[in-house]
């Protein structure tokens, strides 16, 4: 049963809501009798005689036996059940009202929708229109969609959101090149960027919805491959040494010299370069906004095709050259209509309010430019985005893969999106300065010591959050193993004390989005969010959006408001015993060994996901290189929010070592799947504009279901970029912080831990034969136990 | 590599080109110096000025040190390498260039694109302006989807084929209703069926395409799954009988009784139903011709949401209301505004010339409405369709699903689209009615027999070829199991010598479209055939695309013309031996037991793909169910074309049997894979309008191919309609029509031949202890090979 979650409903009072109705066609003082024949008449935009209406209303029913338009004829008196039954089918419910009897209230009450007294139509037609549909969005943006307003290119507001009155067939398209204040090309220029603009001919200057995407320009995917490093390579032993962070730390020195800006030759407000389609993937909610009065800018940054430098993933100077397209959009800097003529163009339709979206490497630049405090960036909604990218690439010492891209690293993605060798001539001209760049960057780094470095720390932008001076948006998925979990909680935990009101939606999916889901008004909170911030309205929406909410793991479509993740919490602690997680300390050790015979070796080589789940299900052929341990069944449910720990005292038989862990709840039960199911329905971002799949997360039977993990290396005992010295068969002690989660332990069930060494999908597979002894003595699960559910 | 093949491309005379050129802006009098640089500057519409134009040119080579820009600026000759190297970039082969050296000359002769002299430099650019770019489109068109053009809602031709200048973001979407000559909800009124019209505001009268979709309304899912027969059931003795054709001839009673039409109110050509959203999928081709200047109309017939009456598979009521809207269309018929009103709609838009098109079931319906010789029908573009419904749920007096769907039959797929049910009134109405009506149709169709009768005459659209007077143009793939493709093969040979100048494309796929294939013109030459048959504009469009064109199975993206598909052939025979296939009798015999274990029976019952793997193996768990045979080595190539056939002398263990046959090319090879692969490039069908994923069939490894099949039931050895007798343990004789092919069996494959019973993706699966007993003496398998590929 489809299940719909609002939070960006607002409520107002009398008068605002008949002087929203009345602008939006839908009160009229003449109306005084049959208000409602009149509302669902006007409900009915694609039928444009009375005839026409007429045979919509015979299709529909009032009542078990009554269709509406008998309904309306004899003009049998509206009850509730009659009002609900026939919003159930305004809303697309029909399937739903069927199964439930022809009874309208009972479908409001299952899917989750707002029934209130009809004795005011009015304002029970207002909550209607506020009102979800089965499809995806709003009534009054699903009306929009088929027809009902005008489009003006004026701006349009209901319930303080942006109607989609803008006309997305008659956009502006055009291209212009923003100077930078970085030359990673270093030809003594300053580099121009690419900035591809979509916006409605709006008669008023708009805010901008800019999408930071190095992928966009095109992605060199056979070069890319062909760049991937070899994992299945032995983990080194590492010479001791003491290392002060400050040794390290990168200095940001951002005095370019001899560097000349071009001269301006002359300006205008005129683009000389359009375009019909844009030449990457539009950015769903960007869409979403066109319609609704926003512009949208596409940048994909220095060393992309169509414009000059250098692909440094992540880099200070990638960073700067989306900051510099801020800049330009606020007014603040110098753009070109092309890259040769210096004719200066400025953006006199911009409102100079902006905010940045995308989810992964296009959030990460969102979240990055954020830490520059530009101005004229008033927010950004951030999804599935690097805070920090050694904890992408490495972890604790150790090379450790995004999940699913095993041997992948800064110099693999920085050729994917070296655009630049599209075009014929900026391949032959650039081809070998590019070699020896990505010759520099496979050295910084550094694979072969997995250590955090300087090069690591320029691209860290946990140590620039203090320059973040607006609210932000974010959102995680709880099972994203690319973008794992941490790069948005350490974020998170760093601004939450901040004075700006930021807020985070998690989800338990994968790597993905959640605006399309039909459960969650995500695109609803965004407009509503977006009108404080880029339009100035007066709104709640601060106070109205949860700080946090998250998705439940233990039922389909249900979302969750909480006040903090990660901070209000308990803790439980197991101690590690043969085969299982106890409250008392056991005395005893136990060992695992890291290898297996060459035909198993390569059947997991090969295939990583088949390997998990034989660790997980501690298949046999699996366990001598494994401990596993199971905790009694939980009695009651319980929900696990932010790090679990794991402290251990270990030995290895050789001076190298590394230590994977992976938490697991165990039972047989329905587990939400990871990543969305795609329905046929299409949502429409406007007036029959770029329709995209409805999607939702559904469940399915498992016996267990994996929720946190971590990786480190023995010899990263203290930190990160220090080598700690290990000598075979000595015991040390280590604390190791996994994955943070937000997630319910069901009654029933078991918390589940491995402990192992090569992960088939994440780390180096050298399989070596090293022997790991745990004492038991001294090893124990640290889990963090929300303390409610506010 | 990419190859392309284009059938579409006229040669023009000489002040046709220059008069062409000129008027899409390409030839100027005043240009005599350096009409190359005009030339290319104008290949540029998004660069708006001197200097933007400039960035493209510098970005691209015209020799290996030399980009475009430097050797324009210096007046550098323009040689036929670097005419060629600047339009391989032009039409994006620039990947290409690269991997041959920055010769454009290379790549044109690998890619088989024209070359010519280029002293004639118009001459050479209006060849090029005709030639396919690396994207799917013809260069002129991809300029056009670069807003090369103004929308002026006017046709421009070029080459004789409708430029995209129409402007699809003003599109008049509006909807009609029919009125049919059926009442198949027996009102007493004659069926309104509902017709969704798109179509630009052209100034001049235009053709229509109209797709006849009972899906278009919507597919009720659920309730047709729960309507899918139990294929798990015994073949049963037929008790023998003789019967004659004519005893179950169909005969149209088309009087229909005591039905009246509705009294006409007054007129319009105004509509007052609009939408702003098709109800259903768009169907690709009619895309790519609303930009040039056609209307599109969309129907779904008697029995589907928003229309009258009830759904009858295939029945003559349903093609007489897919014929009644073509004859709206051409100005013959009456339609409504809506379902009440009565006020009468005419189509002043129209200029009375209509095509059908689509795919599978839509196909069929255009071949059923051929086959009643409308007038304003001028063409059909028929691809993957049913021209006889018994072939398609029945062969040879068995219950023989569509590959992939066993248990669907005529009821199953009406339950599918009676999308009435999606509308509550119109559900709670007719629900009735329709249970009643499908409970006749369960009969009529006799799962039991398995027989044609008159159910199925009425439904066999070959009877009435003669009707057809105009030219068809089918579209088929050899692998098609769904639709097999004996469905075109028959109609092909019905109306092969007829008058008229049809046209085949024979394709190696399975159920997919081939609109958007790289490889293949497919839209150019329908766009040529739609200018003769729908503009009336007198080109060579018969002469020019060859009758059948096929596409070769032994080697990716290649397409042969040839005259014909099965006549002009010699045969080849081979006799039936002890695993082989020879030239002398064999004298003994051979048995194999239709019956397999529980497990293993419920296994393949499950995954009948498995199932179907393991057989063509030959795996020894399937072994005693089937006699396999494979031919000598072969030591030349050749063509088999049109049906293979079977003689049999069989006896069975009981009173009952079903032979099945599998001809199967054996031999580790490269074979095209049967489904398209997607690329991530999008096609443009206009400007940036209904963009779509370009495809193209790939090639893989495999030791086998599965070429043709074949089933029938022992007790029709005569014909479909009767029974004849069947004696355990006495041998009959039968002789088996396989599906009809066109494939090269390469040297050094094998031809195999496997006979079984009980197909589990397409029989019934009774899982019958039946022994089959072959006598090689008089078994044989005859092969027609093609004399020769011209």
Same mark, same amino acid.
């Given at each position: 049963?489809?299940?719909?979650?609002?939070?960006?409903?607002?409520?107002?009072? @009398?008068?605002?809501?008949?002087?929203?109705?009345?602008?939006?066609?839908?009160? =009229?003082?003449?109306?005084?009798?049959?208000?409602?024949?009149?509302?669902?008449?006007?409900?009915?935009?694609?039928?444009?005689?009375?005839?026409?209406?007429?045979?919509?209303?015979?299709?529909?029913?009032?009542?078990?036996?009554?269709?509406?338009?008998?309904?309306?004829?004899?003009?049998?008196?509206?009850?509730?059940?009659?009002?609900? &039954?026939?919003?159930?089918?305004?809303?697309?419910? =029909?399937?739903?009202?069927?199964?439930?009897?022809?009874?309208?209230?009972?479908?409001?009450?299952?899917?989750?929708?707002?029934?209130?007294?009809?004795?005011?139509?009015?304002?029970?037609?207002?909550?209607?229109?506020?009102?979800?549909?089965?499809?995806?969005?709003?009534?009054?943006?699903?009306?929009?969609?088929?027809?009902?307003?005008?489009?003006?290119?004026?701006?349009?507001?209901?319930?303080?959101?942006?109607?989609?009155?803008?006309?997305? @067939?008659?956009?502006?398209?055009?291209?212009?090149?923003?100077?930078?204040?970085?030359?990673?090309?270093?030809?003594?220029?300053?580099?121009?960027?690419?900035?591809?603009?979509?916006?409605?001919?709006?008669?008023?200057?708009?805010?901008?919805?800019?999408?930071?995407?190095?992928?966009?320009?095109?992605?060199?995917?056979?070069?890319?491959?062909?760049?991937?490093?070899?994992?299945?390579?032995?983990?080194?032993?590492?010479?001791?040494?003491?290392?002060?962070?400050?040794?390290?730390?990168?200095?940001?020195?951002?005095?370019?010299?001899?560097?000349?800006?071009?001269?301006?030759?002359?300006?205008?407000?005129?683009?000389?370069?359009?375009?019909? &389609?844009?030449?990457?993937?539009?950015?769903?909610?960007?869409?979403?906004?066109?319609?609704?009065?926003?512009?949208?800018?596409?940048?994909?940054?220095?060393? &992309?095709?169509?414009?000059?430098?250098?692909?440094?993933?992540?880099?200070?100077?990638?960073?700067?050259?989306?900051?510099?397209?801020?800049?330009?959009?606020?007014?603040?800097?110098?753009?070109?209509?092309?890259?040769?003529?210096?004719?200066?163009?400025?953006? /006199?339709?911009?409102?100079?309010?902006?905010?940045?979206?995308?989810?992964?490497?296009?959030?990460?630049?969102?979240?990055?430019?954020? &830490?520059?405090?530009? %101005?004229?960036?008033?927010?950004?909604?951030?999804?599935?985005?690097?805070?920090?990218?050694?904890?992408?690439?490495?972890?604790?010492?150790?090379?450790?893969?995004?999940?699913?891209?095993?041997?992948?690293?800064? =110099?693999?993605? %920085?050729?994917?999106?070296?655009?630049?060798?599209? /075009?014929?001539?900026?391949?032959?001209?650039?081809?070998?300065?590019?070699? /020896?760049?990505?010759?520099?960057?496979?050295?910084?780094?550094?694979?072969?010591?997995?250590?955090?470095?300087?090069?690591?720390?320029?691209?860290?932008?946990?140590?620039?959050?203090?320059?973040?001076?607006?609210?932000?948006?974010?959102?995680?998925?709880?099972?994203?193993?690319?973008?794992?979990?941490?790069?948005?909680?350490?974020?998170?935990?760093?601004?939450?004390?901040?004075?700006?009101?930021?807020?985070?939606?998690?989800?338990?999916?994968?790597?993905?989005?959640?605006?399309?889901?039909?459960?969650? /008004?995500?695109?609803?909170?965004?407009?509503?969010?977006?009108?404080?911030?880029?339009?100035?309205?007066?709104?709640?929406?601060?106070?109205?959006?949860?700080?946090?909410?998250?998705?439940?793991?233990?039922?389909?479509?249900?979302?969750?408001?909480?006040?903090?993740?990660?901070?209000?919490?308990?803790?439980?602690?197991?101690?590690?015993?043969?085969?299982?997680?106890?409250?008392?300390?056991?005395?005893?050790?136990?060992?695992?060994?890291?290898?297996?015979?060459? #035909?198993?070796?390569?059947?997991?080589? @090969?295939?990583? !996901?088949?390997?998990?789940?034989?660790?997980?299900?501690? %298949?046999?052929?699996? @366990?001598?290189?494994?401990?596993?341990?199971?905790?009694?069944?939980?009695?009651?449910?319980?929900?696990?929010?932010?790090?679990?720990?794991?402290?251990?005292?270990?030995?290895?038989?050789?001076?190298?070592?590394?230590?994977?862990?992976?938490?697991? =709840?165990?039972?047989?039960?329905?587990?939400?799947?990871?990543?969305?199911?795609?329905?046929?329905?299409?949502?429409?971002?406007?007036?029959?504009?770029?329709?995209?799949?409805?999607?939702?997360?559904?469940?399915?039977?498992?016996?267990?279901?994996?929720?946190?993990?971590?990786? #480190?290396?023995?010899?990263?005992?203290?930190?990160?970029?220090? !080598?700690?010295?290990?000598?075979?068969?000595?015991?040390?002690?280590?604390?190791?912080?996994?994955?943070?989660?937000?997630?319910?332990?069901?009654?029933?069930?078991?918390?589940?831990?491995?402990?192992?060494?090569?992960?088939?999908?994440?780390?180096?597979?050298?399989?070596?034969?090293?022997?790991?002894?745990?004492?038991?003595?001294?090893?124990?699960?640290?889990?963090?136990?929300?303390?409610?559910?506010?």
């Amino acid at each position: 049963m489809t299940k719909i979650n609002q939070f960006a409903r607002q409520s107002v009072d @009398k008068s605002t809501e008949i002087s929203e109705l009345s602008t939006v066609g839908f009160y =009229d003082a003449q109306w005084e009798n049959n208000i409602f024949n009149h509302l669902i008449r006007r409900a009915l935009p694609e039928h444009q005689s009375i005839s026409s209406e007429n045979g919509w209303l015979a299709e529909h029913l009032a009542t078990p036996h009554t269709s509406v338009l008998d309904f309306l004829t004899r003009q049998m008196p509206l009850t509730e059940t009659a009002f609900y &039954t026939i919003a159930a089918q305004l809303l697309g419910f =029909d399937e739903e009202l069927v199964a439930y009897g022809l009874d309208g209230r009972q479908v409001f009450q299952t899917v989750g929708l707002e029934m209130v007294n009809i004795s005011d139509i009015y304002h029970a037609w207002y909550v209607l229109l506020n009102t979800h549909t089965k499809n995806g969005l709003l009534f009054i943006d699903d009306l929009a969609s088929h027809g009902y307003f005008e489009l003006t290119n004026k701006r349009l507001l209901f319930n303080d959101k942006s109607l989609p009155t803008y006309d997305t @067939k008659d956009l502006i398209q055009e291209t212009v090149w923003v100077e930078t204040s970085v030359d990673s090309d270093q030809d003594g220029q300053f580099d121009l960027v690419q900035v591809d603009i979509q916006r409605p001919k709006s008669v008023e200057t708009i805010p901008i919805l800019l999408t930071a995407s190095p992928y966009y320009q095109g992605m060199m995917i056979k070069e890319s491959d062909a760049k991937v490093h070899d994992v299945n390579k032995p983990l080194e032993h590492k010479l001791s040494n003491s290392v002060v962070y400050e040794s390290i730390k990168y200095q940001n020195n951002s005095v370019v010299q001899n560097v000349s800006a071009r001269v301006i030759q002359g300006h205008t407000t005129v683009a000389t370069k359009k375009f019909t &389609t844009l030449a990457g993937s539009a950015w769903d909610l960007n869409n979403y906004f066109l319609s609704r009065g926003y512009a949208v800018a596409y940048a994909s940054g220095v060393g &992309t095709r169509h414009s000059d430098g250098m692909q440094d993933t992540g880099s200070p100077e990638q960073v700067e050259s989306m900051k510099n397209v801020v800049e330009w959009l606020a007014g603040n800097r110098v753009a070109f209509t092309d890259r040769d003529s210096q004719i200066a163009i400025s953006a /006199d339709w911009s409102n100079h309010n902006i905010a940045m979206t995308g989810r992964s490497y296009l959030g990460t630049l969102a979240t990055a430019v954020a &830490t520059t405090g530009v %101005a004229g960036l008033k927010t950004v909604v951030s999804e599935a985005a690097i805070s920090d990218w050694y904890q992408y690439y490495r972890d604790n010492g150790l090379v450790v893969a995004p999940g699913g891209f095993p041997g992948e690293d800064m =110099d693999v993605l %920085a050729e994917l999106v070296y655009s630049r060798i599209a /075009d014929t001539a900026d391949r032959m001209r650039t081809q070998k300065q590019w070699q /020896d760049f990505q010759t520099k960057t496979v050295t910084q780094q550094d694979r072969q010591s997995g250590n955090y470095n300087r090069y690591w720390d320029a691209r860290n932008y946990l140590n620039q959050v203090e320059n973040i001076k607006i609210d932000m948006l974010l959102v995680h998925g709880l099972n994203d193993w690319n973008v794992k979990p941490r790069q948005v909680y350490r974020l998170w935990q760093a601004i939450n004390d901040n004075q700006y009101g930021n807020k985070l939606i998690l989800h338990q999916g994968q790597h993905i989005n959640i605006s399309n889901n039909r459960s969650l /008004d995500f695109a609803d909170q965004i407009n509503l969010w977006f009108s404080k911030k880029l339009l100035g309205i007066n709104n709640h929406a601060e106070m109205l959006l949860p700080n946090v909410i998250w998705q439940d793991n233990t039922s389909a479509e249900t979302w969750h408001q909480l006040r903090e993740w990660g901070t209000q919490t308990n803790h439980k602690t197991y101690n590690l015993a043969p085969d299982t997680l106890v409250t008392e300390r056991a005395n005893s050790e136990a060992s695992f060994t890291d290898y297996l015979p060459e #035909t198993l070796f390569k059947k997991y080589t @090969k295939d990583f !996901n088949y390997w998990r789940e034989k660790a997980i299900e501690g %298949a046999s052929e699996i @366990k001598p290189t494994q401990l596993s341990f199971k905790s009694e069944i939980l009695e009651e449910s319980w929900t696990l929010s932010g790090e679990p720990v794991v402290h251990l005292r270990v030995k290895t038989s050789q001076n190298i070592g590394l230590i994977s862990v992976m938490l697991v =709840d165990y039972g047989d039960d329905n587990y939400l799947k990871p990543h969305l199911t795609s329905y046929s329905t299409m949502i429409d971002r406007g007036m029959n504009f770029a329709q995209t799949n409805l999607n939702e997360f559904e469940m399915k039977k498992s016996r267990y279901k994996m929720i946190s993990i971590g990786h #480190t290396n023995l010899q990263n005992r203290t930190n990160t970029w220090q !080598n700690d010295d290990l000598v075979a068969n000595e015991y040390v002690t280590l604390t190791l912080k996994l994955q943070p989660t937000l997630y319910t332990l069901r009654k029933g069930h078991q918390i589940g831990l491995i402990l192992y060494a090569t992960d088939f999908e994440m780390t180096l597979r050298g399989n070596q034969n090293v022997t790991y002894t745990i004492d038991y003595g001294d090893s124990t699960l640290i889990l963090p136990e929300l303390k409610k559910l506010s």
